[in-house]
């Protein structure tokens, strides 16, 4: 059930408005379901509409107009709420209307319970799935009514109403979202035939220019140097940097301005400040140096990644809202560096898992200073032309958002677990269409017919419930081929089915096969012991480390 609370200084329009049928074809059969004492004159079942119509506006109004006479009537003195149910909930009689119309406004402080002082309000329903509350906000004591943050305690009466009434339980936010287009916003950019209103491509621009961006000012002009948008730093006197603002070329007033926004008023997290804490806990990559190989960004960023679903499993809240902050950076990041068919999807990832990077748990950004300098070196450098790298990527940022679901969850952040869900139904996406070509080539290096039975009793060995389902799916010729290369590396094959098993089960796996693979193929990437440590092991009967295959087990090989 959804609450929307807005205020007013006329009393009289708002008891027309809801007793109107002629303006409004979608109000049928209104009449009162609740009033302050049981006893309000009711328009909505008189034969004398307009008559009963003034006697109710004049009872409403009646503490106002003697709070006016010694000058104590605020202004703004209408108080007017709505509640809607939601489409699949049943069709609630008036009688139950009536309750929740007096336990909203006893929590909201309009009429609290046990008080003969409180407001006047009356409770129209001139819809089957919804009433309005219309309040006048003097109480009998001619003192104004105390109903801050009314929103917030009108939206915690109505998750118990809803729980109370086995009504649809609504996803409820922590008030860190993004606000959101206003309807004036979003009918301009129809009329604009423009795909989203200013406000979002904006907030969708900047955070994509952050996550690229290594410091304020590359910040700042990268942000000046996109077409299509306006950008203005605003200074202290002093001359330091106070905050920048943004506008988009193609909206403007009527006078033809520039419609502004701050970073604040695009998002929580975009603010200059917020901005520039990020980009403070950055890693600068270091400079490539003669004779030495350069680290790959791509691999280092998919470690790091890795590591989230781990890091959220721990006790330092601060430090997991950090990583998931600088996870929705390398999704705003993904759609500049990935082919042109799966831009859309991971977009729209991007998009979607925002809402997730943030809550009332303030982030240690200092926790993710490799991640983030791994991103802004992805960036900086061309896009990878193996498809496994960018599959293998998604892969673990698909294990990402499933522990990040999980994390919201338990903390009950219902908006961000609806985000996370999102997200993974547009990487699954993109995933299955970047992870088609790389599997097919894997599958095209399967081993010899002797290698993939010891490969199949090493997967009896190592997950006995899943090695049917293995066998039995399209990828396991690739599992096949990425075990066998493993082994060439010098890993031991069961040791990394383990280790792989070990970053999450395959119990939800919608492929396990293809999901093993992946796994295998980024742990067989990290170099395996060289063929003088494996000798040196042998020679002086030393445990050989764990990824490395046994003595006896090279032996058979080369038999």
């Not at 319970?113 to 006047?120: K, N, T």
Request: aromatic fraction near 4%.
């Amino acid at each position: 059930m959804i609450a929307k609370i807005r205020g007013g200084k006329e009393t009289a329009g708002l008891i027309r408005y809801l007793f109107d049928t002629k303006k409004d074809k979608d109000h049928t059969d209104p009449h009162l379901v609740a009033s302050w004492d049981g006893f309000a004159p009711d328009p909505g079942r008189t034969n004398d509409f307009d008559v009963t119509r003034r006697l109710l506006v004049a009872d409403l109004d009646l503490h106002v107009k003697q709070a006016r006479r010694l000058d104590r009537a605020p202004e703004q003195h209408v108080w007017h709420c709505s509640l809607r149910a939601a489409p699949e909930d049943r069709i609630l009689s008036d009688e139950e209307w009536a309750d929740i119309a007096r336990r909203v406004v006893a929590a909201t402080g309009i009429a609290p319970d046990d008080d003969p002082d409180g407001c006047r309000w009356v409770a129209v329903r001139h819809a089957p799935d919804h009433i309005h509350i219309a309040a006048t906000k003097v109480r009998a004591d001619l003192r104004t009514a105390r109903h801050w943050n009314d929103y917030l305690t009108a939206d915690r009466e109505l998750a118990a109403i809803e729980k109370e009434y086995g009504l649809l339980q609504v996803v409820r936010g922590d008030r860190t979202a993004a606000k959101r287009p206003t309807r004036a916003e979003q009918e301009k950019a129809l009329r604009a035939g423009q795909d989203k209103p200013a406000r979002e491509r904006l907030r969708a621009t900047v955070r994509t220019t952050v996550a690229a961006a290594s410091s304020m000012e590359e910040f700042v002009h990268l942000l000046s140097h996109l077409n299509g948008v306006l950008v203005e730093v605003v200074y202290f006197p002093s001359g330091d940097v106070r905050g920048y603002k943004v506008a988009a070329e193609d909206t403007t007033t009527a006078g033809k301005e520039p419609v502004w926004f701050s970073g604040s008023e695009l998002a929580p997290d975009l603010s200059f400040p917020k901005i520039r804490q990020r980009l403070e806990a950055i890693d600068r990559q270091p400079a490539g140096q003669p004779g030495r190989r350069r680290p790959n960004p791509w691999h280092q960023a998919t470690a790091a990644i890795e590591c989230i679903p781990h890091r959220l499993d721990q006790d330092d809240d601060q430090a997991s809202q950090a990583h998931l902050a600088a996870f929705g950076e390398v999704l705003d990041a993904l759609p500049l560096l990935a082919p042109q068919p799966l831009r859309t999807q991971l977009r729209e990832a991007a998009t979607a898992f925002e809402r997730a990077t943030r809550s009332r748990i303030g982030a240690e950004h200092h926790h993710t200073r490799a991640l983030r300098g791994a991103v802004r070196a992805m960036v900086r450098e061309p896009a990878p032309k193996d498809g496994a790298v960018l599959a293998m990527f998604l892969d673990a940022a698909i294990l990402v958002v499933i522990a990040a679901a999980r994390w919201h969850e338990l903390r009950h952040h219902d908006q961000q677990v609806a985000a996370a869900q999102e997200t993974l139904r547009h990487l699954q996406a993109a995933y299955d269409q970047a992870s088609a070509e790389p599997l097919a080539a894997l599958a095209s290096r399967r081993p010899p017919r002797q290698a993939v039975d010891r490969h199949i009793r090493q997967l009896r060995q190592v997950v006995p419930e899943h090695v049917d389902q293995i066998i039995e799916d399209p990828a396991f010729d690739a599992l096949t081929a990425a075990l066998a290369e493993a082994e060439a590396a010098g890993h031991n094959a069961s040791t990394v089915l383990t280790q792989a098993l070990s970053q999450r089960t395959l119990h939800d796996a919608h492929s396990p096969a293809r999901a093993l693979t992946w796994r295998i193929r980024r742990l067989a990437d990290r170099h395996g012991p060289g063929p003088r440590a494996q000798a040196a092991a042998r020679a002086h009967h030393i445990a050989v480390p764990s990824t490395a295959p046994r003595p006896e087990q090279s032996r058979a090989r080369r038999r």
